[in-house]
């Protein structure tokens, strides 16, 4: 089975920038497709990005386009979220996830194992 634990959520004011990380165990990241989520109150789990097993296909939603960045090392099974020019409406506890396949996809379906997820909060 496969674990994750995010980190490096936290407050920041509007323009600023945050990077989370997510630590996998019970399953390497190389083999699997991994994804960022976000969930903002009182709305529905959204996709922000995911990325392909090695890395080569990466996918954003257009809200966080140019602003988000995914990566990975895979000598520490981890996969980082680096957010940039950070808006009131990037509020959220964001989630990674491992997906059932090795692709880059987008579906909540899509992904069977979840982190605990980490909150941020970008006041204006």
């Known amino acids: 089975q496969g674990q994750l634990v995010e980190s490096g959520g936290g407050l920041v004011q509007a323009g600023g920038s945050l990077r989370l990380s997510c630590v996998a165990s019970?399953?390497?990241?190389?083999?699997?497709?991994m994804g960022w989520f976000r969930q903002a109150p009182g709305k529905e789990r959204e996709f922000v990005v995911s990325m392909s097993r090695r890395g080569e296909t990466t996918y954003y939603a257009d809200s966080v386009k140019g602003r988000f960045t995914m990566s990975s090392d895979n000598a520490k099974n981890t996969v980082y979220l680096d957010m940039n020019n950070l808006k009131p409406e990037d509020t959220a506890v964001y989630y990674c996830?491992?997906?059932?396949?090795?692709?880059?996809?987008?579906?909540?379906?899509?992904?069977?194992?979840w982190g605990q997820g980490t909150k941020v909060t970008v006041s204006s």
């Open positions: 019970g399953r390497t990241i190389s083999t699997y497709g």
């Open positions: 996830a491992i997906a059932k396949n090795g692709f880059a996809v987008r579906r909540i379906d899509a992904y069977d194992y």
